[in-house]
């Protein structure tokens, strides 16, 4: 079965850098599209990044220029930098993937049948 693990976040000063690696197994990596997603404390989720199985991607406006969403195949393992991080940016990460080459309805949770159980950051 599908299984994404999290790792990388914790705690960051404003102005400083994490990079979230995300490990995938059970499924063929390379046609699944995949995301990151994030949710602080009485906030909604929020779509962050996503990239296809070409590598296209796509960013919230609140990360664009900042954020860098990435995958390495050969290693089955997505990734986001995340620099120049604001207190805004803390919350639970979430990898999330899917089964279409491409997010069916854009950067939502509604696109990715499958999630990890996240990793904590905190900028502060």
């Known amino acids: 079965h599908v299984q994404l693990v999290e790792s990388g976040g914790g705690l960051v000063q404003p102005g400083g850098s994490l990079r979230l690696s995300c490990a995938a197994s059970?499924?063929?990596?390379?046609?699944?599209?995949m995301a990151w997603f994030r949710q602080a404390p009485g906030e909604e989720e929020e779509g962050v990044a996503s990239?296809?199985?070409?590598?296209?991607?796509n960013y919230a406006e609140s990360v664009k220029g900042r954020f860098t969403i990435s995958k390495d195949n050969s290693k089955r393992t997505l990734y986001l930098q995340m620099d120049s991080l604001k207190p805004e940016d803390s919350g639970t990460y979430y990898c999330?993937?899917?089964?279409?080459?491409?997010?069916?309805?854009?950067?939502?949770?509604?696109?990715?049948?499958?999630w990890g159980q996240g990793t904590q950051v905190t900028v502060s």
């Open positions: 990239i296809d199985s070409d590598g296209r991607t």
């Open positions: 059970g499924y063929t990596y390379s046609s699944y599209c």
């Open positions: 999330a993937a899917d089964h279409t080459p491409r997010p069916s309805y854009g950067l939502r949770r509604l696109s990715f049948g499958y």
